[in-house]
């Protein structure tokens, strides 16, 4: 049983909903001419960020389609907005993030090295999920997916000391040995660079209307199984990650999992939209015995090494006075 498990208190903010690739189980994306295809603008999302201030909230997460730009239509969008990267306006909104006094955390899908250097300084950590190492279906569409184009941009981060969390996604048509190759890459990377703060076990649900759709999505079993291997084959400053919003975490906690991940009181999920974010009440209900405790964006051992920018030091200080956050030694 762990001493403590931990959880952060986030706005979600899908800044945009087109994205270049179309995984078989995502119901996030939308086509150009769909009537929910949007673009967020600032001032839609200044009141979300100061909402969840106001909330308590401490992290920014930025979510949103990969490479949009590949898509005609809303390059012309951005364009009309001023900009000529999803990436510069995402720099935008961070700033405005920490004017309002949260903390970034952005998970844009793929991105370059340079545009890693360009959100650095304007996030706590970042996010990219490896999904899989196997070449399957779901993916056959999402160039983005390639397994070894997200390992060589988990990779660029360690180098650029980025705070970083990846994870798995468990039953999109993957074997056993599949997920064991792709937590052992994982493991591989962070023993290289140091930098994942935690991994995602995220179960794979089915959404109507997605070619996945008939898809049986994993056992209690075979989560409990790949949080066990996860907890064994991932270096101990890393911690295992489970969504309470999709699966009931206490049987996971108690066979390895540690953390549960952003919850948040004003936005929902938007990739999940169907699954509601317990409350904090709810959550220590379902940890039990176990105390909960809150945690930011960014983790203490990475503040300590000092792996953020002058940007943020702060912020990261106030929130952490604040909350009462433990600077673990
Ligand atoms: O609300 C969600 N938050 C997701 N998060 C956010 C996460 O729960 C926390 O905000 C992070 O642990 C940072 O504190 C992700 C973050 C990543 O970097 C990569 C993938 C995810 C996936 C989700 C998700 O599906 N839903
Ligand atoms: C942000 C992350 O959300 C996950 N994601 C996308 N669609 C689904 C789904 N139907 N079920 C569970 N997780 C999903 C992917 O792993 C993505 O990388
Ligand atoms: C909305 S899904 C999460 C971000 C990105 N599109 C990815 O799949 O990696
Ligand atoms: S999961 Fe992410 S990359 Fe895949 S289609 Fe959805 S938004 Fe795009």
Redesign the pocket.
């Known amino acids: 049983m762990p001493e403590f498990v931990t959880f952060s208190r986030n706005v979600f903010i899908p800044v945009t909903n087109i994205c270049r690739n179309r ?1 078989g ?4 994306r939308r086509d150009p001419e769909h009537p929910e295809a949007r673009l967020m603008s600032v001032e839609e999302i200044i009141p979300i960020l100061k909402n969840g201030k106001e909330a308590g909230c401490t992290e920014a997460l930025f ?1 949103f389609g990969e490479y949009a730009e590949e898509v005609p239509e809303y390059r012309k969008e951005l364009e009309k907005m001023g900009y000529s990267s999803t990436i510069e306006y995402v720099t935008k909104l961070c700033e405005l993030a920490i004017e309002i006094g949260i903390l970034p955390h952005t ?1 844009a899908g793929i991105l370059d090295r340079h545009e890693l250097e360009m959100l650095k300084p304007l996030n706590v950590s970042m996010g ?2 490896l ?1 899989t190492t196997a070449e399957l279906k779901a993916h056959s569409e999402s160039p983005g997916k390639a397994p070894s184009k997200r390992i060589e941009m988990i990779r660029t981060a360690g180098e650029l000391q980025i705070p970083f969390t990846t ?1 798995i ?1 468990v039953g999109i048509g993957e074997s056993i040995e599949d997920r064991k190759h792709s937590l052992e890459t994982i493991a591989a990377i962070h023993e290289e660079f140091g930098h994942i703060q935690e991994v ?1 076990i ?6 109507p209307d ?1 070619p ?1 759709a008939d898809q049986i999505p994993p056992t209690k079993e075979e989560m409990i199984q790949t949080v066990s291997l996860a907890r064994e084959l991932l270096p101990e400053d890393v911690s295992v990650q489970v969504a309470p919003n ?1 699966i009931e975490p206490h049987i996971l906690i108690q066979n390895g999992a540690t953390d549960l991940g952003g919850i948040s009181p004003t936005t929902i999920d938007w ?2 939209p169907e699954a509601e974010w317990p409350s904090v009440v709810d959550l220590q209900k379902m940890t039990g015995k176990i105390p909960l405790k809150e945690r930011l964006p960014i983790y203490p051992h990475h503040i300590k090494k000092g792996w953020y920018s002058s940007n943020l030091s702060d912020l990261i200080q106030t929130l952490t006075d604040k909350n009462g956050f433990k600077r673990k030694q």
Request: glycine fraction near 4%; charge should be neutral.
């Open positions: 995984c189980y995502c119901t996030f979510v998970n990219l999920m999904e994870g996604l995602i995220q179960n794979f649900m089915p959404k997605t996945m999709l990739i999940n």
